[in-house]
Every structure is written in structure tokens, then in C-alpha cells.
């Protein structure tokens, strides 16, 4: 079992739709990134949060600590969203990243 | 933020020849991280370079098969050594935000070993 879980692993919509992007993860943390890969294969982050919730745009992220969950919402949906989302976190006391397995998402017209 | 420049952005290479990726941020970071993503999955940290001292890496990694310099704290190159097929992969160098914690990643080297 890997120890930050991403659902669902694909996931296809109409433009304008509503997505939601679930991350839940079973070792201590400070902080949670969402990160966007575009088909080239750049990564571009979108968010680190702690806790609560952020918006950028369309975007949303929330974490519930105590629950182990992150989400990640996309407003409005656009083709222009279609990429793979990473969920990647820190154990506490340590550098390394432990990355999801990425939702691929495509936005169709 | 931090601005990393990677090259190459993609290569095809044959069997047994070796390739050095380059990244040069815009900024001064203490640690950069090397990634691979064989297809279709996540992202593997190979090693952490940090200047003045030999990179650390991860277990399956090994110094001989992917050589790494960090000759100061804007610069870095990871070599994929006597590659094979089973080297095709996106290379990523990635970095952290001083005192934001933000990551940034370079474009990514897309490899395919023949």
C-alpha cells in the first residue's frame, strides 16, 4: 500500500464541469503539494498547503490533517486542464517527497 | 521562485552510450533532487545533489550508473550511464523554494533508449 493514495486514476469530463481530485496519505506531514504534468512531462506546482484551503483561479485545495485527506477542485472545467495531478508530501523530519500516482484527466470540448 | 532550465528536453540514444542532463537555476538552493518517471508512473527520487559534497542516493541507485556533479549552487548534471531500455524515462532535477518550502521543477528530459 502506498503511503499517499490518489483516486480516481483517470478520469474524463465535459467542459464546465466540476472535478474533484481525492489524495489521502497515512504518514505524518507538514505540508501537501499538488503538482500539475503537462503531456511534455514539465511539472508545475500548483499548491503547498498545511492547512485549510487555498484557491488560485479555478482551483481549489483543501487538507483535513487529522482526516489524512487532500482535494484538489477544478472549477469550470477547460480542455486546457487536461494533465495528470500529483499529490506529494514530506514525512515529517525528512526532505523527500512521497508522490502519488497522479489522476490523469482529460477535459473534453 | 526559482526558474530551472533542463536540458536536453528529450533525446534518443542507443544502447550502451551514456547522456548528461543539465539543470541551471536562477537562484541559489542548497539541495537539488533528481527524479525519474519510467512511463506511465510516478516520480522516483534517484538521489539528492548537494554542492560541496557526493550526492546522496536512494536505494536501487547507484553512483556508477548515474554519476552526478554539483559544482555550485546553481548548477547540476546527472549522467545516465551504459543505458538500455529499461533507462527510457522522463529525468526531472527539481529544487525548494528558500524558506517557502515550494517546489519547482525543471521541464524534464525525455529519454528513449534504443
Known amino acids: 500500500k502506498n503511503e499517499v493514495e490518489q483516486s480516481p486514476q483517470n478520469l474524463t469530463a465535459q467542459e464546465g464541469e466540476f472535478i474533484t481530485i481525492n489524495c489521502s496519505y497515512s504518514v505524518g506531514i507538514s505540508a501537501l503539494h499538488w503538482l500539475q504534468q503537462h503531456p511534455g512531462g514539465g511539472i508545475v506546482s500548483l499548491f503547498m498547503?498545511?492547512?485549510g484551503k487555498k484557491k488560485h483561479g479555478r482551483l481549489i485545495a483543501t487538507i483535513n490533517i487529522q482526516e489524512k485527506h487532500s482535494s484538489l477542485h477544478i472549477t469550470a472545467s477547460h480542455p486546457r486542464d487536461s494533465a495528470v495531478y500529483i499529490c506529494?508530501?514530506?514525512?515529517?523530519?525528512?526532505?523527500?517527497?512521497?508522490f502519488g500516482t497522479g489522476t490523469r484527466l482529460q477535459v473534453f470540448p | 521562485s526559482a526558474v530551472i532550465s533542463q536540458k536536453p528536453s528529450r533525446d534518443i540514444c542507443q544502447r550502451g552510450t551514456s547522456l548528461t542532463i543539465q539543470c541551471q537555476v536562477d537562484?541559489?538552493?542548497?539541495?537539488m533532487f533528481w527524479y525519474r518517471q519510467q512511463p506511465g508512473q510516478s516520480l522516483t527520487l534517484i538521489a539528492t545533489?548537494?554542492?560541496?559534497?557526493?550526492?546522496?542516493?536512494e536505494s536501487g541507485f547507484v553512483i556508477d550508473k548515474f554519476p552526478i556533479s554539483r559544482p555550485n549552487l546553481t548548477f547540476s548534471t546527472l549522467t545516465v550511464s551504459n543505458m538500455s531500455p529499461e533507462d527510457s524515462s522522463i529525468y526531472l532535477c527539481?529544487?525548494?523554494?528558500?524558506?517557502?518550502?515550494?517546489?519547482?521543477f525543471g521541464e524534464g528530459s525525455r529519454l528513449t533508449v534504443l
Open positions: 527539481s529544487v525548494e523554494g528558500v524558506n517557502t518550502g515550494e517546489l519547482f
Open positions: 545533489a548537494n554542492q560541496g559534497s557526493e550526492a546522496t542516493y
Open positions: 537562484s541559489q538552493v542548497t539541495m
Open positions: 506529494a508530501a514530506p514525512p515529517y523530519n525528512t526532505d523527500k517527497l512521497i
Open positions: 498547503l498545511s492547512s
